[in-house]
């Protein structure tokens, strides 16, 4: 079954500070988080696995909380190149089996 | 850099036309996977390869097959396209993890339209 994130789109100046939720009814080893761009392909931004470990980008961060079964995303001080639509993708807790679920996706749009 | 590329980023087909989209890593990548992506909808699987010859269907399988002869080679075929085919699919590789499922990388995506 399908993450599902929350805001569905969210509208910002620059500077400004926005979360994207991710929320699981099952229980999570790892989620990922992915942006693309329009027109272009989703690209990779970081990896947040059961136990609080973390691989990722270097201006945006993330907080998994296991009990809850969901994901937060914290764009702070966007800028104009954070626009785009950013997708969660979930690993169940059984573990490495290769495949992610993907949320629907939410649109960010960074404003001068 | 990892490169995935996919056959081509727009194709217009009719309605009972068999449909090649095909997809290749740079990477020697095991994994392999077609995705496809409908506003509001996100990104859906519609089968995944961990190996050459090996597949598994994904979410959404209904109406479309694979082939993975080469490692570095994955093809989503539409046996006979339908309008409710119309979507931008997307092809993605990533090496098998150790501990978690490793970061998938994506091609450009094809933008197909079944009249």
């Known amino acids: 079954q399908q993450p599902v994130q929350s805001p569905q789109a969210v509208i910002l100046r620059e500077g400004e500070d926005a979360v994207i939720n991710c929320s699981s009814s099952?229980?999570?080893?790892?989620v990922h988080w992915y942006r693309q761009k329009h027109g272009e392909a989703p690209v990779f931004l970081m990896i947040?696995?059961?136990?609080?470990e973390q691989k990722g980008h270097e201006k945006i961060s993330a907080s998994f909380n296991e009990k809850k079964q969901q994901s937060s995303l914290y764009l702070t001080a966007s800028q104009l190149s954070y626009s785009g639509t950013y997708f969660c993708?979930?690993?169940?807790?059984?573990?490495?089996?290769?495949?992610?679920?993907f949320g629907q996706g939410t649109t960010l749009q960074v404003k001068p | 850099d990892v490169k995935v590329t996919q056959s081509s980023r727009y194709l217009v087909k009719r309605t009972g036309e068999k449909v090649f989209l095909e997809c290749v890593q740079d990477?020697?990548?095991?994994?392999m996977f077609w995705y496809r992506q409908d506003p509001g909808l996100g990104l859906r699987l519609i089968y995944f390869?961990?190996?050459?010859?090996?597949?598994e269907k994904g979410d959404i399988p209904e109406g479309y097959s694979v082939s993975r002869e080469k490692k570095e080679r994955f093809s989503l075929i539409l046996e006979s396209a339908s309008t409710n085919q119309t979507s931008m699919y997307l092809c993605?590789?990533?090496?098998?993890?150790?501990?978690?499922?490793?970061?998938?990388?994506f091609g450009p995506g094809t933008r197909l339209t079944v009249l």
């Open positions: 993605a590789s990533s090496f098998v993890g150790a501990r978690f499922t490793d970061t998938q990388y």
């Open positions: 947040l696995l059961k136990g609080g």
């Open positions: 099952k229980a999570l080893y790892s």
């Open positions: 390869s961990y190996d050459v010859k090996m597949k």
């Open positions: 990477m020697d990548h095991e994994n």
């Open positions: 993708g979930t690993e169940n807790y059984s573990g490495n089996t290769g495949k992610l679920i």
